[in-house]
């Protein structure tokens, strides 16, 4: 699909055509993007679909940047250590019964038997 099917702009607006060249980069992670806030109001859900993706929309209006949307930032691992440190000085720490509870479930989850865990090659309707 060209930059143009995927946001639905019309070839020959000049408008379209300076955001079809912005939409052209060697960044295949992200790219920032400038559009008019009527860019972004005529095309909004093509511009959630950017920023879904990764991308960034700064927004202007009169030549004046006055947003910017980004996507959701992905939890860290620093976030995740910050939210069990929370969990456990909320709940305390896991019992033993919960320890082997949650041991259990991990010897289940990669047992041979369990395609999560066991031989990826094999037929999962023959035990």
Known sequence: ??????????????????LLEELKSDNLISMK??????????????????VEAGDEVEITRGNKVIA???????PTV?????AVANF???FGAPDDETIAIYDQILADRH???????GDF???????
Do not use: I, Y
């Open 78 to 82: 620093k976030d995740l250590l910050e």
């Open 33 to 50: 993007k400038t559009m008019t806030a009527t860019e972004v109001a005529r095309n909004f859900s093509e511009v959630l679909d950017l």
């Open 111 to 117: 047992a041979p038997e369990n395609l999560v865990g």
């Open 88 to 90: 456990h000085s909320q």
């Open 1 to 18: 699909m060209n930059a143009s099917a995927h946001c639905g702009l019309q070839a020959g607006d000049a408008g379209s055509m300076r």
């Open 121 to 127: 090659d094999r037929d999962p309707w023959q035990r």
């Open 68 to 74: 910017m949307l980004s996507g959701k930032p992905h």
